[in-house]
Structure formats: structure tokens, C-alpha cells
T-cell receptor
């Protein structure tokens, strides 16, 4: 177990709706990254938060947004859901900008858009 | 743009049959190369980080090596419980995002 927890584990939404996914980072970690993993593919970087500020973003549209809270937990919000947003959403926590920044992943949230 | 290519896409082994997985990468300044194991429907599980060419790390039946262009994950005498998808990822010196390959799906038959 990594200590990174995500909720919910599974979610079904209708196209056009909005969704919020949550992540609690591992104790002592101040950086949270979000990834999208489509079936049969590797995870794709969405964005990262370091000490409550966005610290890098991948090729995802603005309807993907996030937050990090003072306790370093994080939320991923997706507006105007599309069918292609169906995927496993992964949260990873790590310890800041130091060299040995192994990222530890949660179990993921499986989002299905119908 | 960083690129990671893993081969083969899928590998079937008999229990005890050793083999290697390949990860070729292109990155503008490597901070680290990471190996993860992922079971179906679960998040990736951290295995190794390699930082410089020539570095090797071992854990049970797994050994990871790194050159300037690729990394290998050697599996010695695998068991059925080693069946999983193995993911390789690189991290730039200028950032902390991970760029992943598509993974190698390993099946070990008893």
C-alpha cells in the first residue's frame, strides 16, 4: 500500500455532466500529479500541483481543472464530459522538487461516460 | 518532446523461463527512469528508479539496467505472480512530470 487514496473507485456519468475526483497524498508529500490512462495505453500527464500551485500541464483542454488544498490533498474536475473521457484516472504523490522524487500512485478512479 | 517506446507489447513466458523487457527513450536531459508494475484495474506500483547510465538495481527476480538510450528489465526464473503490465517512464531534469511508454503485458504460465 502506498498511502495514496483516491475516491470514488468507480463512477458512471452522462455526457455533458461534470465530475470531481479526489486524492489524498501520502504523508510527507507536497506534490500531486494527475494522469489519465485509457484502456491498453500508458498513463498520460494531465497536470501537477506543488504547494497548492499548478506546476505543469499536459495536452488537456481547460475543461480539465484541479485544486490542491493546504493538507496537500487534491481534486480533479472535468466539465462537459465527453465519451472519450472514459478512462482510469490516477493520482500520484511525491516529495517536492528534490532529485529522489519517486511518484507513488493511488488505485485510480474508473470513470465511464455514457 | 520526450518519447518512450516499450517492446515487446506482450510477452508470454513459461514459469522459470527468463527474459528481458526493453524501454527505449528520448529525453532532453534525464533526471530519472522509472519502472512500474501495474495489475489490471489498479494503479502502478513503483519498482525502480535509475538515474545514470551503467546503473543497475535488483529486487527479487527483477533487475533493471540503464544505458544512455534504453533500459532493460530482466526477469529471472519468473513465476505466475509476476504476470502484470510493466510500465517504463522518464522524468526530465527540468520538470517532474512522468512520460510513460505503452507498457509490456507479461503473462507467465505455470
Amino acid at each position: 500500500e502506498t498511502g495514496v487514496t483516491q475516491s470514488p473507485t468507480h463512477l458512471i456519468k452522462t455526457r455533458g455532466q461534470q465530475v470531481t475526483l479526489r486524492c489524498s497524498s501520502q504523508s510527507g508529500h507536497n506534490t500531486v500529479s494527475w494522469y489519465q490512462q485509457a484502456l491498453g495505453q500508458g498513463p498520460q500527464f494531465i497536470f501537477q500541483y506543488y504547494r497548492e500551485e499548478e506546476n505543469g500541464r499536459g495536452n488537456f483542454p481547460p475543461r480539465f481543472s484541479g485544486l490542491q488544498f493546504p493538507n496537500y490533498s487534491s481534486e480533479l474536475n472535468v466539465n462537459a464530459l465527453e465519451l472519450d473521457d472514459s478512462a482510469l484516472y490516477l493520482c500520484a504523490s511525491s516529495q517536492g522538487q528534490a532529485r529522489n522524487t519517486e511518484a507513488f500512485f493511488g488505485q485510480g478512479t474508473r470513470l465511464t461516460v455514457v | 518532446e520526450d518519447q518512450v517506446t516499450q517492446s515487446p507489447e506482450a510477452l508470454r513466458l513459461q514459469e522459470g523461463e527468463s527474459s528481458s523487457l526493453n524501454c527505449s527513450y528520448t529525453v532532453s536531459g534525464l533526471r530519472g527512469l522509472f519502472w512500474y508494475r501495474q495489475d489490471p484495474g489498479k494503479g502502478p506500483e513503483f519498482l525502480f528508479t535509475l538515474y545514470s547510465a551503467g546503473e543497475e538495481k535488483e529486487k527479487e527476480r527483477l533487475k533493471a539496467t540503464l544505458t544512455k538510450k534504453e533500459s532493460f528489465l530482466h526477469i529471472t526464473a519468473p513465476k505466475p505472480e509476476d504476470s502484470a503490465t510493466y510500465l517504463c517512464a522518464v522524468q526530465q531534469t527540468s520538470g517532474s512530470r512522468l512520460t510513460f511508454g505503452e507498457g509490456t503485458q507479461l503473462t507467465v504460465n505455470p
